[in-house]
């Protein structure tokens, strides 16, 4: 991973001195903003520890990979199998309907170490979600969430690798999609308690690391799905509602591209 300097600290101040929480969180995204893609990632190196790298992408939310070093012939690895229901419900799902679904993402993720791995490496929301339903793993352990039949072929530099993967199916049941019946006002019938990996690389709130915006963001909406105040979304709404201000959007694709190639695939 190339070495990307530290930016000066306070380079940007805001005009105003608002107070309270809000006006804390747009302090630190003008900052953020206001800085290059460069500059804003490596704020998600602050505290680097060289020793636990994998732990410390982790918790950053900066996106990579986990190759394993077992060089492997192409053609040698065993596709996804699995399959999983998805849930089917016919009236309006609530606080205790949230709760089964991180119950089933807990037993999911105990019952194939590999996706919670890939979740882990995938940054985002996928990540957050992992790290509400089970505690963050030690360097060591993250490392052996391996299981060649739930991995994907991965190729750098000519050399093919296996790397812990999520197919769709699996990726649904992390984020919780389940299916309504439909209806003449409601043309899609499927639903999700998080928005899907399509949705969120599309969205304002990525900015190729997990920011204050982020955290703010998925603890108001739990707090909300919490208190029955709020419900799982149709696919279809996402996209709209993640929009969090799409005058950013130029910096925060460029923030994502500079994450996933300066932090793109680790040796354990």
Request: with cysteine; hydrophobic share 40%; glycine share 6%.
């Amino acid at each position: 991973m190339d070495d990307i300097p530290i930016p000066v600290s306070g380079d940007v101040v805001p005009t105003t001195e608002a107070r309270g929480p809000k006006a804390r969180l747009e302090r630190e995204n003008l900052n953020q903003l206001h800085s290059t893609p460069r500059s804003f990632l490596q704020g998600g190196r602050v505290d680097h520890d060289p020793d636990n790298l994998v732990a410390n992408l982790v918790r950053k939310g900066l996106p990579f990979k986990i190759l394993n070093p077992e060089r492997l012939e192409p053609g040698s690895f065993v596709p996804h199998l699995n399959s999983f229901p998805v849930p089917h419900f016919d009236r309006q799902l609530d606080r205790a309907d949230y709760i089964n679904y991180q119950n089933e993402a807990l037993r999911f993720f105990q019952a194939y170490p590999h996706a919670y791995a890939a979740a882990l490496s995938a940054g985002g929301v996928l990540r957050r979600i992992a790290m509400d339903v089970l505690p963050s793993p030690q360097e060591s352990d993250i490392t052996r969430l391996f299981h060649l039949e739930a991995c994907s072929e991965a190729v750098v530099n000519g050399v093919h690798y296996w790397t812990p993967d999520l197919t769709d199916a699996q990726e649904d049941v992390v984020v919780g999609v389940s299916t309504c019946p439909l209806s003449s006002f409601r043309q899609d019938g499927h639903l999700s308690w998080w928005p899907r990996c399509t949705n969120w690389d599309s969205s304002g709130l990525d900015l190729g690391a997990w920011s204050p915006t982020d955290e703010f963001w998925y603890t108001e909406r739990k707090a909300a799905l919490m208190a029955s105040t709020a419900g799982p979304v149709r696919t279809r709404d996402w996209k709209k509602r993640l929009k969090y201000d799409p005058a950013n959007l130029p910096f925060l694709v460029a923030a994502r591209a500079l994450a996933r190639t300066s932090v793109a695939t680790l040796r354990p």
